[in-house]
Structures are given as structure tokens and as C-alpha cells.
């Protein structure tokens, strides 16, 4: 199969630069192989080492790893120290301040949505913050203790970190909710997870807009209410934007409506919280988070992660794949709502004991240049962010970025999305001037970590590739009737062939509430409809899109061929595959009114015009099923609760009507 446009990309390979070597913990390729091939072979050793560099109050029972992946010995379980005893807070917290004498380093500089608005906060101090949220959770009426839910809808602010982290000191489950989301997919999420408590914020700015939580987690209770099935005991409110509202008053900026006797105020209960808070020991598989995926290709799916295989990945993968040493300042522009910044916001460089940025903002506020204005005022390092954000910052090309001192940047990132050749070469030759490489990093809310992604001083680059997969992985290829594929060869990603510790067990089940936590066995084997995968001559991975996502097409050389291909496609009436308008191509296809991504060929931006929204996407992605499905005409959509922009749906369809 020919992958459109991508041949001259594919010759060119970038090596790791030397200056990078010196210190970094996977120094070259040949250590890449060893310590791959340790991990697979022997993972149950391997990853014992690992986990020598945390605190268990107790070992495990039994063995280090158990699993099951072969369906016809019964169910499918993988099990990390089952029966050792640990806590991820004191993890990330405890031992960096006690053990590592962490205690006065800065653990995030927290950046607002307006750029006079910033606080830093050391080791010590969340440390206590977080003892202190903790013994308020306690407190409460019917106090917040080991496996219960606490639904989180809070914007990126330290609280936020501050919350999650006292949920696993008391071993109570954190279900955070992107604070993008509407009432209604709050709503669903804290049924979903039975969530016994919320905490939210007064409210929010993005950008100019002032966007009121408050309300939105009311209609959200309301909603619950209405459905018969109210959970939530209490609603912490975080006073974030209005400093003059108490109990209900009117503020300047927010009117906050006040239920007696669940709502309270943050701070009121943080005054005369206590900053001491035994942690509570918990085993090894008891559950840490809950978390809903995108919703990219249905129904978004309540993803369980466990405490101590999660917590060795996300320590393991951030410190080998950004190289973390210890001057760092590492930036994750993504939103704590979604699994990057559980991994590689929250526990992942906490585990490190980094210096982290966390950004409440938007790209574009107050200026194009925000980005680059906050890695050179931070002295940002490693930074990582989306394709989506990379192709719209490239729109307003280079001048903003030639204000600011960028030369503090060493190793570049993404995630999300396949990142197209133009945007990964624009990312290494204007953001990185050459110096630095991109880590193309894939994975997913279930695998908790990367899964296939370039180690920055082991593994040469090529753009558009993960490259090859992270210590433990085993991918396989599998053909359309479940078969491995050998050798260079192209069909469905599996993920696993032996477990790692990052590998999710349990998938809460919307609409299956009393079958609570079921194994994901349809992850295992064959027939299922993951992500697209190639793998070259090199044994280089490359994602190609979601298999159900893409189309065949036979146009080689140039993208407008190749959009002549598609305009044939459609003649022929094979599959309607429409274009809107592309960053790259500003041809007027009169018939022509959607995008989807075709192999390598085509992309598009997540872009409004006269206000209104082209594309229907998440905070990070675009949902190409929803563009499908409206340009087949469905009627039924599906879930749609991740849509950043609901409106879209009726431009699109309305769209769709006029070119009918
Ligand atoms: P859902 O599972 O609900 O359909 P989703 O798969 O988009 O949604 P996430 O777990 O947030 O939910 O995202 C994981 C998916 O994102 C991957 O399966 C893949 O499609 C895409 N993805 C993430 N990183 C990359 C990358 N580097 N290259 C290509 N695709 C990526
Ligand atoms: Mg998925």
C-alpha cells in the first residue's frame, strides 16, 4: 500500500544530537536494545529494578508479575506487586521532601490565563497543601476514605494537582473531568463513577472568556438529581476568580447560586485544616484514578488505573523519554482533563522530582507569541504539547517566535495526534532551531503511558514516526482476519504481547454500571479497531490514522494529486471524502466541504470562521468519526459530550444540505 507524500520524508533520518549524550540515562542505541530486550525477556526483573527507587511499606505476596493474555486460560489479567503495600503520594511527595531533600525545589511554576498572574510552588509546600486538602476531604460529613470517588472539574490551576494528590493520600479514586466540558457530560461522568464528592472552581477565564464552573457543576447536580441516581454529598468550590464572592454574594465578575449543606468554600475549609496526614498504605492494584478517553471513536470509555504499575511507568517513561535531569524545566501544554497530563503533568515528573510549568492558558492569549514569551520566562527545557497546537501556531509563522529567546530549549514532544512531516519539521527547525529533537510520542488513556516513542539520545528520528516502542512494549501487527504480520508490513496496532506496568486492567463500563469493572479483553485479540500502524524496513512504527478513519488512495506524489484522487473517489462514489479548506490548500472545491485526514496526505485545522466552528474537536483532537457519520448523513451521532464546540454539528450538517 503507498502511502501518499511520505516517501521523501521517510529517507530522511535525523541522529540524536551529541550534546545530549553525555548524561542522559539511554546514551545510545546499543543501550536502547539492551535494556529493551531486558524488558521484554525479562520484565518481571527489569521492572523489580525499577521499583527499587520507591517506597513500598511491604513487598508484594506473592510474585513481582502475574498475567494472563492468552483468552483460552480464562480471563485476561496482568497484576504488579500484588499484595505490596504503597502510596502514591508519598511517592511524589514525601520521599522527594524526606529522601531525596527535594523540599525547596520548585515543583510547578503555575502560569495564569493572564500573564500577571503566576505563583511557584516548592516541594515542601504542596507537600503540605496537599496533607491540608487531604484532612478537609476527611473532615467532611461523611468524610472521603479509601475507594471512594471524587469527580474533579477544576481548570489547570495547583489546586487541581493539589486535589488529585490528596485523593491518593487517602487512597480515595480521582475521576477529573475536563474543565471544558458541559453540564451534561459532567453530569454522566459522575454517575458513571459514582462519584461521592465534587471539587470545582467559581469559574474560569479562557482567553477573554469568563466561563462560570459553578453554574455548570450545579446544572451538572441538577442533572444527576433529575436522572434519580444524586451522589454527590459535598461540592468544594475553589474561589479562583472572584475574590470578593462568600456564601452566595454577588462578586464583580461571577453570581455563584449556593447549596447549604453540600456547597462549601476551599478555602474556609483549608484555613483550619491541619498539615499533617498519615498517608494511607494501599496495595499495589488498588485503583488510583478513573479516566474517560476522547470519545474519538464512540462512547468515551472510563479507563481504571492501579497504583503501583502506573506510577513506575509514568516515572520510568518521563524520565528516559524527556531525558529529565535534574536543572530541567519541563512544560506540558496539555490539560490535566486528559491522560497527558495525569502521566506527564501530574505523577510522571513528580515521581522525577522535576520543575514543571503549569500553563492555565490558551495559546493565543494575550498574543500569538504566549508559547514562546513563557519558555523563555520560565527557561523551559522540555516541552511538550499537540500537533493540533503546533499547526496552528505555524499559521501565524515565524515573526512571534523571533521575539523571544528560545535557546534554553533542549528535547520537543508531541502527542495526541499523528503530527505530519510539514508541521514535525517545522517544530524542529523554527521552535528547536535544529538543536533539538522531536519526540513523537504515541499511546492512550488505557496504556497510561508511551508506548511508541524515540528516546531523544538513543533512537535517530524520522518525521512522522513514533520510531519504536518504550521498554516493555511489544507491538504487533495484525492483518484484517487477526494475524501477525512479520517484517515490514501495514494493518491494525496491537499494543501488548507481554504486559507492562503502565497496561490498564479494568475499563469502567458506561451503562453497565452493576457489572462495575470489567476486563478489556477485546484489547488482546483479534478483529478489533484500533489505530493503523506501518512498519518500515527499519522496524520503524508508523501511525496512519484510525483504520475506520482512512482511505485508500493511489495518488503518490503530490498533495494536489492527491486530492485529485479523492475528488475521483467521491465520482465514483466509493466513500464521500470532502474537503473544507486545509492549511495547505486553499483550492475551492465547491463540492467539497469536509476534511478528513487520508493516510499522511491531508490535515486540517481545528480552526472557526465568522465564529463558528469547521471541525468537530476535542480539546486536543478531531473526532473524524463525527465528520464521517455527518457526511453519510447519520442521524445518529453518537456521543458527542467531548466536542469542544457543539455547534459544529449544525454548521457541518447545514453544509452538508447546501452542497447535497
Ligand atoms: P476513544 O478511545 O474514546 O475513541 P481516543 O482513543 O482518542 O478516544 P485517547 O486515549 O485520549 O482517546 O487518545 C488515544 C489515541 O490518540 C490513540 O489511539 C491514537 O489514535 C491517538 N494518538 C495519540 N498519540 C498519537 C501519536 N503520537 N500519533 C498518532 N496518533 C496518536
Ligand atoms: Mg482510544
Redesign the pocket.
Known amino acids: 500500500m503507498v502511502v501518499p507524500g511520505s516517501h521523501h520524508t521517510e529517507e530522511q533520518v535525523f541522529p540524536p544530537p551529541l550534546e545530549l549524550q553525555n548524561d542522559a540515562h539511554v546514551p545510545d542505541f546499543q543501550s536502547y536494545l539492551q535494556l529493551y530486550k531486558k524488558s521484554v525477556d525479562e520484565p518481571e526483573v527489569f521492572w523489580k529494578e525499577v521499583a527499587q527507587d520507591f517506597f513500598w511499606k511491604s513487598p508484594p505476596k506473592g510474585q513481582f508479575l502475574q498475567y494472563n493474555f492468552d483468552v483460552t486460560r480464562g480471563s485476561i489479567y496482568v497484576k504488579f506487586m500484588e499484595g505490596a503495600k504503597t502510596n502514591m503520594c508519598y511517592n511524589v511527595l514525601d520521599r522527594n521532601v524526606k529522601e531525596k531533600n527535594l523540599g525547596e525545589k520548585v515543583a510547578y511554576f503555575w502560569e495564569g490565563n493572564s500573564p500577571d498572574r503566576q505563583r511557584s510552588i516548592t516541594y515542601r509546600q504542596l507537600l503540605k497543601e496537599v496533607c491540608r486538602c487531604a484532612n478537609v476531604l476527611k473532615s467532611m460529613e461523611t468524610g472521603v476514605g479509601k475507594g471512594d470517588r471524587v469527580a474533579v472539574y477544576l481548570p489547570m490551576i495547583p489546586e487541581l494537582v493539589c486535589v488529585m494528590l490528596a485523593c491518593a493520600r487517602l487512597g480515595a479514586v480521582h475521576s477529573v473531568v475536563f474543565a471544558g466540558f458541559s453540564s451534561e457530560s459532567l453530569c454522566e461522568r459522575i454517575l458513571d463513577s459514582q462519584c461521592l464528592f465534587l471539587v470545582t472552581a467559581d469559574g474560569v477565564f479562557r482567553g477573554e472568556k469568563l466561563i462560570n464552573l459553578k453554574q455548570i457543576a450545579d446544572e451538572a447536580l441538577e442533572k444527576c438529581k433529575e436522572k434519580g441516581n444524586f451522589t454527590i454529598k459535598t461540592c468544594i468550590v475553589v474561589r479562583h476568580v472572584g475574590d470578593k464572592m462568600k456564601n452566595g454574594i454577588v462578586s464583580n465578575k461571577l453570581q455563584t447560586h449556593w447549596t447549604a449543606g453540600v456547597d462549601v468554600w476551599w478555602d474556609e475549609a483549608m484555613a483550619s485544616a491541619g498539615e499533617e496526614c498519615e498517608p494511607e498504605w494501599v496495595e499495589a492494584e488498588d485503583p488510583l484514578f478513573i479516566l474517560y478517553?476522547?470519545?474519538?471513536?464512540?462512547?468515551?470509555?472510563g479507563v481504571l488505573h492501579s497504583v503501583a504499575g502506573y506510577l513506575l511507568y509514568t516515572a520510568l517513561s518521563f524520565k528516559c523519554v524527556f531525558d529529565h535531569q535534574p536543572g530541567d524545566v519541563y512544560w506540558c501544554t496539555a490539560d490535566i482533563g486528559?491522560?497527558t497530563g495525569h502521566s506527564y503533568i501530574t505523577y510522571g515528573p513528580l515521581a522525577n522530582g522535576a520543575t514543571s510549568v503549569l500553563f492555565e492558558g490558551i495559546p493565543v492569549y494575550p498574543h500569538v507569541g504566549r508559547f514562546w514569551e513563557i519558555i523563555e520566562k520560565y527557561g523551559v527545557s522540555k516541552f511538550y504539547t499537540a500537533p493540533t497546537a503546533i499547526r496552528l501556531l505555524m499559521k501565524y509563522g515565524q515573526e512571534p517566535l523571533k521575539q523571544f529567546n528560545l535557546d534554553s530549549l533542549k528535547i520537543l514532544g508531541?502527542?495526541?495526534?499523528?503530527?505530519n512531516p510539514e508541521a514535525w519539521l517545522w517544530f524542529y527547525n523554527v521552535v528547536g532551531q535544529q538543536r533539538c529533537p522531536v519526540l513523537?510520542?504515541?499511546?492512550?488513556?488505557?496504556t497510561g503511558g508511551h508506548v511508541l516513542t524515540p528516546l531523544p539520545s538513543a533512537i535517530p528520528l524520522k518525521p512522522g514516526s513514533?520510531t519504536l516502542p518504550f521498554f516493555g512494549v511489544q507491538p504487533a501487527i495484525l492483518n484484517e482476519h487477526g494475524e501477525e504480520l512479520e517484517g515490514e508490513a501495514e494493518g491494525y496496532l496491537v499494543r501488548a504481547k507481554t504486559p507492562y506496568p503502565g497496561y490498564q486492567c479494568f475499563i469502567f463500563l458506561i451503562e453497565q454500571r452493576n457489572a462495575a469493572v470489567l476486563p478489556t479483553q477485546s484489547q488482546h485479540g483479534k478483529g478489533l479497531s484500533?489505530?493503523g500502524c506501518r512498519r518500515d524496513k527499519d522496524g520503524y512504527y508508523w501511525?496512519t490514522g484510525?483504520i475506520d478513519d482512512m482511505l485508500n488512495v493511489s495518488g503518490k506524489d503530490s498533495k494536489n494529486k492527491l486530492l485529485d484522487s479523492l475528488m475521483n473517489n467521491q465520482a465514483q462514489g466509493s466513500q464521500l471524502v470532502v474537503a473544507h479548506r486545509t492549511t495547505h490548500c486553499s483550492m475551492d472545491y465547491t463540492r467539497l466541504n469536509l476534511v478528513i485526514n487520508t493516510k499522511k496526505g491531508i490535515y486540517c485545522t481545528g480552526d472557526a470562521i465568522d465564529g463558528l466552528p469547521v471541525f468537530p474537536v476535542t480539546a486536543g483532537?478531531i473526532l473524524r468519526r463525527v465528520l464521517r457519520q455527518i457526511a453519510r448523513g447519520e442521524k445518529d451521532l453518537g456521543d458527542l459530550s467531548t466536542l469542544a464546540d457543539p455547534r459544529v454539528v449544525e454548521v457541518l450538517s447545514s453544509q452538508r444540505s447546501e452542497a447535497a
Open positions: 478517553t476522547s470519545g474519538s471513536t464512540g462512547k468515551p470509555k486528559w491522560i508531541t502527542v495526541g495526534e499523528p503530527i513523537d510520542t504515541f499511546w492512550q488513556t488505557e513514533a484500533g489505530p501511525i484510525r483532537k
